[in-house]
């Protein structure tokens, strides 16, 4: 078989296998096959760059390669639906239907609502064209790329009867399972936590990195047909058409040809829709016939021939026990409210978060309370309210927020402006330090991918580490090679008890840790926890001060003549280097041959050529991705900005430069320069 032809197979096959899997639920072989066919084809398309193709099943994994969303309008305006809350409003909503059809019969479609982020895709020829997001409805942005991550969306249908062209609509979707991890994940990391899936499917859509899109796993439901020749009149009909065609339509669709039969719909699914993997909001009521949906028109805002029924929030009273509180790997306190098990949307709640001390005040919360309790996006319970008129004689005191931590007993701080407590003892409070520790390991710092949160506290509790310098201890000797065999001579007897961690995990973890050694300056020194220094301080502090000894001889006043660093986070760093704790590790960190310093290769590429410059970044290139440019701009001197403002230099301008930019460029007197222009301007 010729290299083209063995390509176009695999496409085919991948294409096919895909289908079954994320569409029938019914593959065909075993992951390990699908993934040694896609390795196979994307090694082909590397070594034959000629067969490339927009729609190949390689596109699924994503790119590293930023790509501002340009703007598209719609061919057929994306209107919203009026909602409705109530039985009555859904019969006004029949009656008005049946006047406007004058006594003509007609079926209702009822269709799930599902509670995500509305797309739009756009097919020629059985191939995904296009994806736009709803925007305003008139126009949204072209998130193609982000989209074909999508597992269940197809890139390419088999051979059918679908129209030439066509468009269909649905909703993106984060699945509760996918939801949970990466909230977690966003705790661990003291990330601000997604309010509910729909928020974290529209953010994920909008990142700029494809391949963060396709890690996270989103799902869709397609839900409208639109175009010039669709195969049926009937609404049902062009929707079971598409799902033979491949795409996945939802289960959760009926036809009713009677109001008792809608009201029935709704019934059945408030109560079973808490058993589905995705989040869903209530029913959208469609009149069938397309022609009669022609017929009866619409508003200004919103179609006369469809409506969307709203679930009533769920919500529950229970009896407030206690109030405990909780660590974080920054040191904030949280407090956690232990309440009477209560049912709660489809769960039993037995604990909600009250966030801070200031919320608690709000509340004026008592021990003994009977509280309202509400899941946000139904998955994060919280309290939302007093029944004030429960209390009696024998409700406790109010509830004061504590003074001193929890877990070791230091008294609490509150910085000005923030609304948390914080415990200090950042060096010796247990959960702050097993929160370092895995915060150092963690993919945006050190990157030790092969230990994660529970082997961390199994190896804390155990008494192998008592900071993140003891990763070194245990799985580096410094300036050689560990083999197993000197690892198990290195480590007491005792280190084999732990559960899971065998001698495929020991040789992963040593050589994780042997990688970190080629961790850059910057990312060292996000790694090291230092409270209020995140991704973006750490670039800033390594750029302004090019070693860890050069930051750590800073004084305050140093700190403050940094752009971007403010009166807290210098204090920070000021009481960070202060501790001789920290000294110590920094120094067992730089023996085992950590990168303190920014490389002679970084520093001679330096220059003062952008300084005091502030620019923006807009459209597509095709020297650089847009995360060089950034690093070039830093390199030498300049700022990048997200916004353009009276005071941007210039903008540093690639294909398809957004129209809302450029036109705001024209009317501040911005200058636009083009990749050659900016490359000369550095050279």
Known sequence: MEVKERIDWLRSELHRHNHNYYILNAPEISDQEFDFMMRELQDLEQAHPEYSDANSPTMRVGSDLNKEFQQVVHRYPMLSLANTYSEAEVADFYDRVKKGLEGEDFEICCEMKYDGTSISLTYEDGRLVRAVTRGDGVQGDDVTSNVKTIR????????????????????????????????????ANEEPLFANPRNAASGTLKLQNSKEVARRKLDSYLYYLLGEELP????????EKARGWGFKISEGMKKCKTLQEVLDFIKYWDTERKNLPVATDGIVLKVNSITQQRHLGYTAKSPRWAIA???????????????????GRTGV??????????????????????????VIEGLDLHIGDMVYVEKGGEIIPKITGVETSARNAE???????????PECGTS????????????????????????????????????????????????????FIHDFTGLYDIFYRQGEIMTIDDYYDKNPWEFMSIPGFKSKSVLKAMQSVRDSLQVPYPRVLYALGIRFVGETTAKLLAKAFPSIDLLAAASLQDLLEVDGIGQVIAESIIRYFADERNLQIIEKLKANGLQFALSEEVLSDRSDKLAG???????????????????????????????????TSFILAGENMGPAKLEKAKKLGVSIVNEEEFLSMIE
């Open 152 to 187: 269940c969306i197809p890139l390419q249908l088999p051979e059918g009867d679908y129209p030439g062209q066509f468009e269909i609509r649905g909703e993106i979707l984060m699945p509760w399972n996918v939801f949970e991890k990466l909230n977690q994940e966003r705790e």
């Open 232 to 239: 049926c009149d009937g609404h049902y009909e062009n929707l």
């Open 309 to 327: 029924y709203k679930f009533q929030a769920e919500r529950a009273l229970t009896k407030l026990e206690k109030v405990t509180y909780q660590v």
């Open 333 to 358: 306190i949280t407090p956690v409210a232990n309440l009477s098990p209560v049912q709660l949307a489809g769960t039993v709640v037995k604990r909600a978060s009250i966030h801070n001390a200031d």
């Open 395 to 405: 409700t406790g005191e109010k509830v004061q927020f504590i003074t001193v931590c």
């Open 412 to 463: 609490l701080v509150r910085f000005e402006g923030e609304a948390a407590h914080y415990c200090p003892n950042d060096v010796a409070c247990p959960p702050q330090i097993k929160g370092k520790i895995e915060h150092f390991i963690s993919r945006k710092a050190m990157n030790i991918d092969s230990l994660g949160p529970e082997t961390v506290a199994l190896f804390y509790n155990a008494g």
């Open 613 to 647: 410059k502030s620019v923006v970044i807009s459209g597509v290139f095709s020297k650089h991705s847009r995360d060089e440019y950034k690093a070039l701009i830093e390199k030498h001197g300049g700022k990048n900005v997200g916004s353009i403002s009276a005071k």
